[in-house]
């Protein structure tokens, strides 16, 4: 399975959590960045984790609430949410970086998954 497939968005109340997996083979030997976009808006990085889990990228605005983590085992990688804000609501999607280094630039990243949809709203 080339494509990568993401779970556990829903609907959650402002200040809940969600925890988002992306899951796909082979993803123990890239990094992997999670995206998301709302309508109207372009697609942003929130999260990139290294191929070692040592090295990571957060979008500014979700660094002390989101964690990204990865389970290489499981080839899987997650997005911890927390604190969740209105303005969370997206649809996030995972992508495999195809260079070594973390970016939160969409740019070199490849198999793309459907995206899951996140709404915070009370």
């Known amino acids: 399975q080339l494509q990568l497939v993401e779970s556990g968005g829903g609907l959650v109340q402002p200040g809940g959590s969600l925890r988002l997996s992306c899951a796909g083979s082979r993803l123990d030997r890239a990094p992997i960045g999670w995206f998301r976009q709302a309508p109207g808006k372009e697609r942003e990085g929130v999260a990139c984790i290294s191929s070692s889990g040592a090295g990571f990228y957060y979008l500014e605005s979700v660094k002390g609430r989101f964690s990204i983590s990865r389970d290489n085992a499981e080839n899987t990688v997650y997005l911890q949410m927390n604190s969740l804000k209105p303005e969370d609501t997206a649809i996030y999607y995972c992508?495999?970086?195809?260079?070594?280094?973390?970016?939160?630039?969409?740019?070199?990243?490849?198999?793309w998954g459907q995206g899951t949809q996140v709404t915070v709203s009370s």
């Open positions: 992508a495999r970086r195809t260079i070594k280094y973390c970016s939160g630039s969409s740019s070199l990243y490849d198999r």
